[in-house]
């Protein structure tokens, strides 16, 4: 049986709708090995929207059920705060400190950056 390479994916910009497909379509990408842990490093996000969030949930149901998960890595403030007012935080795990989360031989996959300008 081949080992399940765990990995880590930076984000970084702007996460909305418009950078959902992409979030989706990498997500899905690694899920697709039953067992992986995905650290989704978040220390390069300047915003981020509800429809970009309910992605990620998604995404981590769907690793729980094929016996993996999905961690969020150096979540802004303003990232945490809105998983909790839309009460997905009961959904997606999110390390306390950077480093909680052990991932025996992290990679990193790619990272998804947004297309949207930044606006001040």
């Known amino acids: 049986m081949a080992e399940i390479e765990d990995c880590v994916l930076e984000l ?8 959902t497909p992409e979030i989706r379509t990498a997500l899905h990408d690694l899920l697709s090995a039953p067992g ?7 220390g390069a996000v300047t915003s981020a929207d509800v429809v970009a969030l309910r992605v990620i949930a998604a995404a981590s149901r769907l690793a729980a059920l094929r016996g993996g998960r999905i961690v969020l890595r150096s979540a802004p403030a303003p990232v945490r705060r809105l998983l909790t007012v839309s009460r997905l935080a009961r959904l997606v795990e999110v390390e ?7 991932v025996p031989r992290p990679r990193v996959v790619r990272g998804v950056t947004s297309a949207t300008p930044e606006t001040a």
């Open 36 to 42: 992986r842990v995905v650290v989704l490093d978040l």
């Open 96 to 102: 306390r400190t950077p480093g909680d989360v052990h």
């Open 12 to 19: 970084g910009g702007s996460l909305d709708a418009r950078s």
